[in-house]
């Protein structure tokens, strides 16, 4: 049952969120407190002494984009060649494995960002032929560790570092600041924590301790950043400034898009560009990939929901040739749609049958897959979110495995989504309210947005707008005060006078000088 909320109500209840309250830079921990970090930092000074060939490879996702430019940043910086890659999602896989080795035969120390913590199999081919291998990576650990030079992973049980929830980019970062120590060179820290921030927003590591502290500083860094990446965003953004929205919602899908429909080199291409001229035709190209992004997901996800059988506890849809970059997120868009657990995947011409899952409510999508591990090819992932690949002729097995299984499984049944807070009342919607929310910013993973109930909402008036209708504009009455609101991306229709509970956001539209209090409705419940 919700309570009614009040602003001191609310204030205790953020707060409650931050135990260890707000840090700054100067609490962060430093580099050695990672395992390995010293053994790791002397090979690569060792490396560069005696003139040897680096390679660096990284990801396809923002986090292992923004690792990737990080050291190849750091290294021009330097003024020390070194050759990087990233492995194409289509014709590679994923991070370091034994597609890349014929490429980094010629390597004497090859360095992973983001990746490489499961790579057994190809950590083995490297030792054979006589690369040394130094894994900085984040993910959890698998039974049995890489054989490796030197392993950089905060999940390792010992290692020092205080706080779990780190990203790629964030221990690069962290290698970085390790090696110009060693080196004793003179670079700006700063400049690379802007590029950092990105990625602990896009890789959703909970804005909480040093995380939070990073973005906070990251966003400041970005909105006045002189990088041309970073510029020409902000200007086709038309932003001065940038928040964790901005990032989350618009840039990171941006990054994203490269190598979920062609190849990440384009990504780290853009935010390495060497002037505001370059940076532009490089962002326009990230644009038409995410556009076209859009357009295959759209249709996907459309064919997905009319495949889905509604009756099924985990949703599981097949098809032949579907787009493997963006099946991941049409998973995510079905398990919302449906509010069940869903897994999409697509049959390539091997006739293997490929894809991801995206969880739903409190189950633990992972600990479910793994129970039908002995019909899956390939599987990795974690709660929230699953990869994997199965034959064709184990698909019904696998789907039946599922449903038993999940039907065993303990769940807990939420009446109310987690992220509302509590009952307010449209009295208690004022600049103050905003002004409070302000001091917990920036929202996201770990630190969500709160959300609000309010009950007994006249809708006096509910518009249509946008090029295709497909968004609502509200005037909304409690107790004779009234607010306007806005839903996004919805097929309703609401009559004048209807009353309905509504959930929602509140946020500050600053518009033409003026700014005023606005809903950003997510649920309407007409009575």
């Known amino acids: 049952m919700l309570d009614p909320l009040t602003l001191n109500t609310l204030s205790s209840l953020l707060e409650s969120r931050f135990e260890e309250g707000f840090l700054t830079l100067k609490d962060l921990p430093k580099p050695h407190m990672f395992k390995d970090m010293q053994k790791a930092t002397e090979r690569i000074v060792r490396a560069i002494r005696n003139n040897e060939k680096i390679t660096v490879i990284g990801d396809y996702d923002v986090d292992g984009v923004t690792s990737t430019t990080l050291m190849r940043l750091f290294f021009e910086e330097i003024g020390y060649p070194v050759s990087w890659i990233i492995p194409n999602r289509f014709k590679d896989g994923y991070g370091l494995s034994a597609n890349i080795i014929p490429r980094i035969e010629e390597t004497d120390l090859a360095i992973t960002v983001d990746n490489g913590i499961s790579a057994t199999y190809a950590a083995k081919l490297c030792a054979e032929i006589g690369i040394d291998l130094i894994i900085t990576d984040h993910h959890l650990l698998p039974p049995k560790l890489p054989e490796a030079y030197a392993i950089i992973d905060q999940k390792q049980p010992e290692c020092m570092f205080p706080y779990d929830d780190v990203c790629g980019a964030q221990i690069a970062w962290y290698l970085i600041a390790s090696l110009k120590n060693a080196l004793q060179v003179k670079?700006?820290?700063?400049?690379?924590?802007?590029?950092?921030?990105?990625?602990?927003i896009a890789d959703m590591m909970p804005?909480?301790?040093?995380?939070?502290?990073?973005?906070?500083?990251?966003?400041?860094?970005?909105?006045k950043s002189n990088r041309p990446a970073i510029r020409a965003y902000r200007e086709y953004a038309q932003k001065e400034s940038l928040n964790s929205e901005d990032i989350g919602f618009f840039l990171a899908p941006l990054l994203n898009s490269a190598g979920r429909m062609d190849d990440a080199s384009y990504a780290v291409d853009f935010l390495t560009a060497a002037n505001i001229y370059d940076a532009r035709v490089r962002l326009q190209r990230l644009v038409d990939f995410n556009e076209a992004r859009k357009a295959t997901e759209s249709e996907i996800t459309k064919e997905a929901l009319a495949k889905a059988d509604r009756h099924a506890s985990v949703i599981v849809v097949a098809a032949e040739a579907w787009h493997e970059g963006v099946v991941g997120i049409v998973a995510a868009r079905v398990a919302r749609a449906m509010k069940k657990p869903c897994i999409v995947l697509s049959k390539n011409e091997e006739g293997i049958l490929k894809g991801s899952g995206r969880s739903f409510g409190s189950c633990d999508l992972f600990a479910l897959v793994d129970k039908t591990r002995h019909l899956l090819e390939k599987f990795g992932g974690h709660a929230a979110a699953v990869g994997l690949s199965l034959e064709e002729t184990n698909l019904q097995p696998f789907i039946d495995a599922l449903q038993k299984y999940y039907d065993t499984m303990e769940k807990q049944t939420a009446e109310e989504d987690p992220d509302i807070v509590g009952v307010l009342h449209f009295k208690d919607i004022s600049f103050s309210l905003t002004g409070l929310l302000k001091q917990f910013e920036p929202y996201g993973h770990g630190n969500p947005v709160p959300k609000f109930l309010t009950r007994n909402v006249n809708i006096l008036q509910a518009n249509k707008m946008g090029k295709e209708g497909n968004h609502l504009r509200f005037l909304f009455e409690q107790d004779g005060i009234s607010h306007q609101g806005v839903q996004f991306k919805t097929e309703a229709d609401y009559a004048s006078g209807t009353t309905a509970d509504i959930v929602y956001t509140v946020n500050e539209n600053h518009f033409r000088g003026n700014v005023t209090l606005q809903l950003m409705v997510e649920e309407v419940r007409v009575h």
Request: glycine share 4%.
């Open 187 to 200: 670079i700006d820290m700063m400049s690379y924590l802007e590029l950092a921030a990105i990625a602990i």
């Open 207 to 223: 804005l909480r301790h040093i995380n939070r502290t990073m973005v906070i500083a990251g966003l400041q860094l970005l909105s």
